[in-house]
């Protein structure tokens, strides 16, 4: 199958030894047949060669590279389902310690009904889906999560618990613990989850006139979720939500010529995970007069530079401030770290994910199963020289939501960001700009 180009990577994934250890407990002991282990055997042997072939470090960081993967096979030999074998090819991975060199198996979708994520040096539930287990168990936004199926998450640990529970062993239900009350007491909650399976293979030869319909909605679907949102007020301020980048030149044109009739810009990417290079691209042409090279990747063997063209008469002039939190990454961090080098606005919010590396997507396909191999092909170094990843993009003034900010709905960020333009925007008020949208089933 062929290859998709990553702008930096779109997730920082990644298992740290003990997390591989545990789970095992996660995947249900099962009889694994012979093919299905050749099955798996095969995936790794994919995903070896593709780390093989195109990761940009040749020594592989002084891995013992041959030597690992046949750790992985022998242990794979051992297995006794998918979910462990998945676990040994994602742990081979992992010893690269890179956030965008990760496995994509093949997997269910998993819903467990809750959001969450770190703010500041805490995790807190950020939305509950209404009609979920885990609403009806009471859980709320604003509500601390102290362990996640047993561990305790923290900034360097939160994306590999996801990627254990959310794909490569996705759960029927998944243990929570939150602390309650003033003496901060330990609640635990196994909440439910919705699984929905996804196809192995799309046979565009012999699809039903239902496998039809249900691939345009979740197209469609998609789309929605991944559409700008806009908000004005007056000649002072634009708000843009900027869900991922995917944009074309084309697009981003429009959605700034329409900012060009504002004084101030507030480009919100928060949760913003990435996207396609060619698009953080894109967007800096419209935020600089002049041309400006803002990065060198180094590759193996050669480094290239990242170079913004300007579109002169259509570049944004006026203020302009970038909201982050710790899920914002990969080209999220890259934009907003280069307009805090040029000095050309404001970064608020939180402490960025930190995960920002070039990366390719090599996808496969073994049986019934199709499966992706994502591996950092480049180093990205900023015009200081240095690096964002496992560092992050420190915001220029940090500003956090508190668990009573979370609960009421209330965005102290968006707000201040809103005074500095001189705009009276209350943190209530501030919190109905863009509504959560939960995906729909």
Not at 26 to 55: C, G, I, P, W
Not at 409 to 437: H, N, Q
Request: proline letters at 4%; a neutral charge; hydrophobic letters at 40%.
């Amino acid at each position: 199958m062929g290859r998709m180009r990553l702008c930096f990577g779109v997730l920082r994934v990644a298992l740290s030894a003990v997390l591989v250890l545990t789970l095992h407990s996660f995947a249900a002991a099962q009889h694994f047949s012979r093919s299905e282990r050749a099955q798996a055997e095969e995936m790794l042997k994919n995903v070896a060669a593709d780390v093989r072939d195109y990761y940009y470090d040749p020594a592989f960081h002084g891995v013992a590279w041959e030597a690992a993967v046949q750790e992985a096979k022998a242990q794979i030999a051992k297995a006794n389902s998918y979910g462990e074998a998945f676990v040994q090819i994602e742990a081979l991975v992992e010893k690269l310690r890179d956030s965008h060199t990760f496995f994509v198996p093949p997997h269910e979708e998993v819903d467990y009904g809750l959001r969450f994520q770190m703010i500041g040096e805490h995790c807190y539930v950020t939305q509950v889906k209404p009609g979920s287990d885990a609403a009806s168990q009471g859980i709320k936004p604003g509500d601390e999560i102290a362990t996640i199926a047993g561990f305790t998450p923290a900034r360097d640990s939160l994306w590999r618990l996801k990627l254990a529970t959310e794909v490569l062993t996705p759960m029927d239900s998944l243990e929570f613990g939150f602390l309650d009350g003033s003496a901060r007491q330990l609640r635990k909650v196994i909440v439910k989850s919705h699984v929905r399976p996804t196809k192995t293979i799309l046979d565009l030869r012999d699809m039903t006139g239902l496998d039809q319909q249900s691939m345009r909605l979740r197209l469609e679907e998609e789309q929605r979720l991944m559409r700008i949102r806009t908000a004005e007020f007056g000649r002072p301020l634009i708000v843009i939500k900027l869900p991922v980048f995917v944009q074309d030149a084309f697009a981003i044109e429009g959605v700034i010529d329409k900012a060009r009739a504002h004084d101030t810009l507030i480009l919100d990417l928060r949760g913003t995970p990435g996207g396609a290079v060619d698009s953080v691209r894109a967007w800096l042409d419209y935020f600089f007069s002049r041309d400006l090279k803002f990065a060198d990747c180094n590759r193996r063997g050669k480094s290239t530079s990242e170079i913004a063209k300007t579109q002169h008469n259509h570049v944004f002039g006026g203020k302009l401030i970038v909201l982050m939190d710790s899920s914002s990454a990969s080209g999220a961090e890259v934009l907003a770290r280069v307009i805090q080098l040029e000095k050309r606005g404001i970064v608020l919010g939180d402490l960025s994910a930190g995960a920002t590396m070039g990366s390719r997507l090599h996808g496969h396909r073994t049986g019934v199963y199709t499966y992706a191999t994502s591996v950092t092909d480049a180093d990205l170094r900023m015009n200081d020289g240095k690096g964002i990843e496992g560092i992050g993009v420190t915001p220029d003034e940090k500003v956090l939501p508190s668990a009573r900010d979370l609960r009421e709905g209330f965005d102290p960020a968006m707000s201040r960001a809103a005074e500095m333009a001189g705009v009276k925007l209350s943190p209530e008020e501030a919190g109905k700009l863009f509504p959560y949208e939960w995906p729909k089933e």
